[in-house]
């Protein structure tokens, strides 16, 4: 689809009232004027009887203008007719035509517009639901793949060690056996050894009798008569032995197969992957009943909330402890972290010193406050990241290794840690869970192009989004929680250096140009909507913004320790 002239100037110019001179903050806008409209103008538009009937919305809910698109058979005009019958686009000259007559029509305006919100819309849920999901139903077949992995390779040492148990058995079984054949050899050698014997007594009784025969052979006629007849023993009688017989044993490939065991996949149903309804996608997590009520006030609260007309300052007060305001954090008891190079302070909103901490964050966004009250901050030096609970007591939380840390956040949504990293010339962002177990690493795209190469302010959108500011690139980098890139935004200007950033309850981004001394508002999808604040209201050199729960803007200078609040929101 196009982009409407409209769109483009929305994104190249500061969203203000589109009424002669009024440079008022457009929060609104006439639908059939098509243009912005600060709340003082809108209504002196209503109130003209010109204009009673036009449809005038917040600039949000406004009807994107009709391209301009000229009639193929009438060149001069414009096509704003369509032609429901005939399902087709015309221009006044058409419509007046014979071939339309007695045809129903429809304003091109108002179909376009209703065209554009229903694939706007279409578009909305593949980045927020469709994409999202299908990264996580992949990450869960990433760790299905390894669990496969693992199973088989625990099934395949299991086969191992059947194979060796069995291997043992033959070999011991074996064993007896070729014990056995020694056994029976032993005894049918000692049978023959005992035929031989009797043998040989045998021969040596037929060498006695030879000798007795011969002297009866050598003697005289007449003793030979008177001598008894000698007559011999017969030959003893022995057997042969009877050999064993070895019989094979009768078994095949698949006896020994069965003895080791089976291997299948059960005949059971695969069980679904879950995959979570639209409607329940944006409330995953289980609230408390205290919870809930929170949640809803959070609700109700976002329903009356909006952009104010103007911005107005509440309170201005200097930090001690600290030179410079490079970041500042709110907790939810209503005291302020601040930090310059090497210093780290609590205060009150007053204004009172309660804790001072030494560290090497630098001026970068390396502290963040945690959902119950305390605060993690990051030492890139040390490589560690530590963790202060709310009555202020220090314990090491989490060791980075070979990375430095040097920004951080702790989700609102879950308590997930968001950590931006360098390491010899490289960057990346690391998902910690809020035990400290480290769960994602988003470093390059899917070209294997680094995507950061100094994310030194980074934060947490209310739809998951991970923002960064990155000083070298120049750009606020926007990805989704699975770490697909959704948009980067580069400013206004010709040079654009980004510092604090930060996000409202409404999901407006909140990022500090260093270079114009500025601090510009975007939508949730990276629309630039105006610059809130300028050297007009007394900012100089801003550095560190946040959003506490009343919805104040904390916004901490370079060079200074003041931090200013503002309030934005009505």
Known sequence: MATTSDEQAAGQHYLVCGIQDCQRNGQFYCNDCHQPMCEQCKDKHRKSPNNKNHDIVFYRQRKHRLSIEKCKLHPTKNVDIFCRECNTPLCLKCFLGKEHKGHEFDDLEEIYAEKYALWQGEFSKIQKYFLPKSEDLKTDIKEDVKEIKKIMESIRTSMKAEAESLKNLVDEVTSEKIKHTHTMEKSLLQMLKSQE???????KYLGKMSEKFQEYLS??????????????????????????VFTPGQFNRDDVAKLLGILNIPNTEPEKRKIQPMEAFSTPM???ENQSIQSKEKSDMKQTLSLSSSVTKVREYSVPGVNNAFHVSADKSGRLWVSDWSNLVQTYLQGNLLLKIQTSGGSDGYHTATQDGGLIYTDKDEKKIYRITPDRKITEFIKTGDWKPISIHSSRINGDILVGMKKDGRAKVTRYSKAGKEIQNIQRD?????????????TENINGDICTSDFCKEVVVVRNKSGQHRFSYAGQGSWFRPYGICI?????????????????????DGRFLSIILSKQQGIEFPRGVCVDDENNLYVGQQFTNTVTVYKYLQ
Not at 197 to 203: H, L, P, Q, S, V
């Open 197 to 203: 014997t009797t043998y040989n007594d045998y021969i």
């Open 219 to 244: 003697t005289t006629n007449q003793k030979l008569l008177s001598s008894k007849i000698l007559k011999l023993k017969t030959i003893p009688e022995t057997s042969k032995p009877v050999p064993p």
């Open 286 to 288: 289980k609230f408390t």
């Open 446 to 458: 899917n070209q294997g192009q680094e995507l950061y190469i100094y994310p030194h302010y980074i």
């Open 504 to 524: 409202d309850v409404l999901g407006h981004i909140l990022v500090c140009d260093n270079v114009s001394d500025t601090v510009h508002l975007l939508d949730q």
